[in-house]
């Protein structure tokens, strides 16, 4: 076993000389195992270790005795250990969601925090039978590629060293190093989804490749090196298609089919936080072809619109009806914003009538350096400035003629008399 906990520490660099870890101890096998092997290592990359168990609170006296069976182990093994208590059930119910998952959130939670707090690494052990179990469960929910590639063997601080390591040859180490260690009865029924595919899908398939689990990482290894390169080639999709105001459906539709849903993939949990089903990619792409919105929770949208992909979220409660009139050295808030007009009085003396305000029906603004006057709604749809966000726009303006907008800059006549946006106003 500690070959392949060797192989995972040098081929993905989990840890380096002076590291601190905090190994995700629940007192199973797993986890007895991960910190025997932790500190088997300690002197080689002179690691500060320390332990953390969260309690669950479900299995009452079964819960209890595990975590104190993590303090004698750690007390053992001269090793800080760091405890939570937490009522899983009640917090699940008030989130309405499952058990499982509630479980799950906090402990990556009290881990996270324990990390912040110590500059820690957090090491979980997670095998390669846990990886098997979440691949098939990925494939039973139609995942995409990146559900294939499992459980990563290194995300962000945290770290798996017996990600090629199977259950059984961990009940075999800890056998043989004589270390004991606790099992959760919940382990041992089908309530939990994982528990389910355990025992009913991973066990017949052992009988078609007693290797399911090796097998399984190599799926796992190429569906993780595939999805890194589709990854990189989407990023560069992204950056070739961006615009002022989104991202050119166009160009974004020039590529192959993989990278256009990918990069909406992408587009979603970066702009609207939010992680898109099939049905959302694929209604979205038929956006991209001609126009159209499609919600992607409450008031978030992916719209299209001039041949232009972009999320927003649509508030009702523009400043539409503002007006202020133009004073030098005048502070005043719009739109959540601080704007500073600096001192300046040839505006003042020369457009006595001018006022900051949103755009209205017949507003006209002269290009400079084009000696073109047209209107603003025409020099908008130009420039493709989204159309919900044009009445949230500011402007300066003298009767009809906008002397300055946002988005655009100064009109001719402001141009003519040297004054640029910077000496105009400041926006905070």
Request: charged letters at 25%; glycine letters at 4%.
């Amino acid at each position: 076993m500690k070959d392949k906990v060797v192989r995972a520490l040098q081929q993905y660099s989990m840890l380096n000389q002076g590291d601190s870890v905090i190994v995700a101890l629940s007192g199973g096998a797993d986890s007895v195992a991960l910190l025997n092997v932790i500190c088997s290592f300690k002197e080689k990359y002179n690691l500060k270790i320390y332990a953390a168990h969260l309690n669950h609170g479900i299995r009452g006296e079964e819960a209890e005795r595990d975590e104190n069976f993590c303090k004698i182990l750690c007390d053992k093994l001269n090793v800080e250990l760091f405890t939570k208590h937490i009522n899983i059930r009640q917090l699940a119910k008030a989130q309405k969601i499952s058990e499982e998952l509630c479980g799950r959130n906090e402990r990556y939670s009290f881990f996270e925090d324990l990390s912040r707090r110590l500059k820690a690494k957090i090491a979980t052990a997670h095998t390669a039978s846990d990886n098997a179990e979440t691949v098939l469960f990925n494939l039973a929910r139609g995942s995409s590629l990146g559900g294939i590639s499992g459980i990563l063997p290194v995300r962000d601080n945290i770290i798996r060293p017996l990600i090629y390591v199977t259950r059984a040859e961990v009940e075999q180490y800890c056998k043989e190093n004589n270390l004991d260690y606790v099992t959760d009865s919940t382990n041992l029924t089908d309530d939990y989804t994982r528990n389910h595919i355990r025992h009913n899908v991973i066990l017949p398939l052992k009988k078609i490749n007693p290797n399911l689990e090796q097998a399984i990482t190599r799926l796992s290894e190429n569906a993780m090196q595939t999805s890194a390169y589709i990854n990189t080639q989407t990023k560069n999709a992204i950056e070739q298609s961006r615009s002022k105001y989104g991202f050119l459906c166009k160009k974004l539709l020039s590529y192959d089919e993989v990278i256009v849903k990918n990069s909406i993939v992408m587009l979603c949990k970066k702009y609207a936080d939010f992680s898109p089903e099939h049905r959302h990619i694929e209604l979205i792409i038929k956006a991209m072809h001609s126009a159209g919105a499609t919600e992607l929770y409450n008031n978030c949208f992916a719209v299209v619109k001039q041949g232009v992909l972009r999320f927003d979220k649509i508030d009702n409660k523009n400043d539409i009806a503002f007006i202020r009139p133009f004073k030098s050295n005048d502070n005043f808030i719009f739109g959540k914003k601080l704007y500073s007009i600096k001192n300046n009085s040839l505006i003042e003396n020369r457009f006595k009538n001018a006022v900051f305000r949103t755009r209205k029906s017949k507003d006209t603004f002269e290009c400079a350096g084009r000696n073109i006057n047209k209107s603003l709604r025409k020099l908008m749809n130009e420039l493709k400035i989204p159309s919900e966000k044009r009445d949230a726009l500011l402007l300066l303006a003298d009767g009809n003629e906008v002397l300055w907008c946002e988005e655009i800059g100064v009109s001719k006549t402001l141009y003519d008399l040297n004054i640029c946006e910077e000496n105009l106003l400041k926006c905070q």
